[in-house]
T-cell receptor
Framework: SAVISQKPSRDICQRGTSLTIQCQVD?????MFWYRQQPGQSLTLIAT?????????ESGFVIDKFPISRPNLTFSTLTVSNMSPEDSSIYLC????????????FGEGSRLTVL | GQNIDQPTEMTATEGAIVQINCTYQ??????LFWYQQHAGEAPTFLSY??LDGLEEKGRFSSFLSRSKGYSYLLLKELQMKDSASYLC??????????WGAGTKLIIKP
């Protein structure tokens, strides 16, 4: 199994500010996935972070709002830009057991509250 | 379109058996995952079904019927620590997981 560390675990942010979430994996992985989970709702995939290329965003998510970096095979960041209260959520990074498929391992999540 | 349907909440008694159902419609299908998510924590993997039938793993079993677009998770000998949300997640033809909203399972003594 993969060990995934996320920082910060939680934060309270002001409207209009931006916050960067870091995700560190203990092994090299091809793809890292960023999810959002709003209270009482299902996981929603924001984007897939590929090393050495642009992230692939899902419908409803754009790079300007959620810029992603993937400088190497063990690390990625997700920035939530120009935050509003609607961005209050848990953000999770995850990796797959087999490249881009199979069982997913999740980080502990970053709980953001936007005032 | 893609759709996952599972009950929002279920209640069961410690020591009993509970079955959590999931029906799905996806763009293609490769298999189906079940994850457990305790409140405030990240999801953890429980099972993955590719073929029709029942897969047993200790107290937990998962069933799949591909033709019916149906799966269930069976939990036996329930323990208080089984109180959690259980997420059904079919995998579409692009190996992307489609997540249900989850079933919150409440275990009572």
């Amino acid at each position: 199994s993969a060990v995934i560390s996320q920082k910060p675990s939680r934060d309270i942010c002001q409207r209009g500010t931006s916050l960067t979430i870091q995700c560190q994996v203990d092994s090299q992985v091809t793809m890292m996935f960023w999810y959002r989970q709003q209270p009482g709702q299902s996981l929603t995939l924001i984007a897939t972070a590929n090393q050495g290329s642009e992230a692939t965003y899902e419908s409803g998510f754009v790079i300007d709002k959620f810029p992603i970096s993937r400088p190497n095979l063990t690390f990625s960041t997700l920035t939530v830009s120009n935050m509003s209260p609607e961005d209050s959520s848990i953000y999770l990074c995850s990796v797959a057991r087999q490249g881009d498929r199979g069982e997913l391992f999740f980080g502990e999540g970053s709980r953001l509250t936007v005032l | 379109g893609q759709n996952i349907d599972q009950p929002t909440e279920m209640t069961a008694t410690e020591g009993a058996i509970v079955q959590i159902n999931c029906t799905y419609q996806t763009s293609g299908f490769n298999g189906l995952f079940w994850y457990q998510q305790h409140a405030g924590e990240a999801p953890t993997f429980l099972s993955y079904n590719v073929l029709d039938g029942l897969e047993e793993k200790g107290r937990f079993s998962s069933f799949l019927s591909r033709s019916k677009g149906y799966s269930y998770l069976l939990l036996k000998e329930l323990q208080m620590k089984d109180s959690a949300s259980y997420l059904c997640a079919p995998e579409d033809s692009n190996y992307q997981l489609i997540w249900g909203a989850g079933t919150k399972l409440i275990i009572k003594p």
